[in-house]
């Protein structure tokens, strides 16, 4: 598995959100190209209409100590805990040039360990956690969002997040579904499943989905496989890129 240190990436993640706290509601809306994550527990409701309020705060906590645990060695900001959902952005407040690869590999490692989770309270046991994972690479914009008491929140606008929240849903319980657009940021890092299209709520037109089963393995010798385009788009660079072009 890459050595993804947690210390410097977090160190300079919470440097960078520190500015941005301290720059209020006045800074900018910002254009990014993010891989972003959605996390929902598998029976959940069943869990709220079981347990006494107090025991379902306990098995929340550990399984979002563990997601941010996992996430954060990736590379992830988890942007929002809303109950048992979890927004992770890959790409946002620190890019990297391979934010989809270190999505999935996140989220493969959360499922593998969310199914080993002390899950157990003092007077019942409980059935092995899962969850569904969708994940979805496009561009949005990042922008402070007002919420109670004068605080802003960082949320991210456009369509590519609602199509990562309703890829969540097409997941079987234990597994993450992809769009075909990280899909292609990935090839020969991974191995997938197609589910072929689906119809998702909200959306006029049919998205394919695919299912991630596991880390390609890799081959004999120093060589590996790289994925076959990168998440970089280049943004605001018209000079550049034609004066590259023109030579």
Known sequence: MPPYGRCEQVGASLKMLSEIERSGSGRAAERRYLS????????YTGLSEQLDPEDL???????QHLALTVMERFG???ANFAGDGILVYFGYPIAHENDAERALRAGLELLERLGRIDSNLPERALAPLEARIGVHTGLVVIEPELVSSGATVHGAVGEAVNLAARLQAEAPPGGMVVSTETRRLVEGLFEFRSLGQRSLKGLSRQVEIHHVTRVQ???AGPSRPRSSRSAARMVGRDVAMTRILSR
């Open 36 to 43: 972003m994550m959605f996390v929902d527990l598998v029976g």
């Open 76 to 78: 992830g900001f988890v």
């Open 57 to 63: 705060a306990a098995v929340q906590h550990r399984y």
């Open 217 to 219: 393995a890799r081959p």
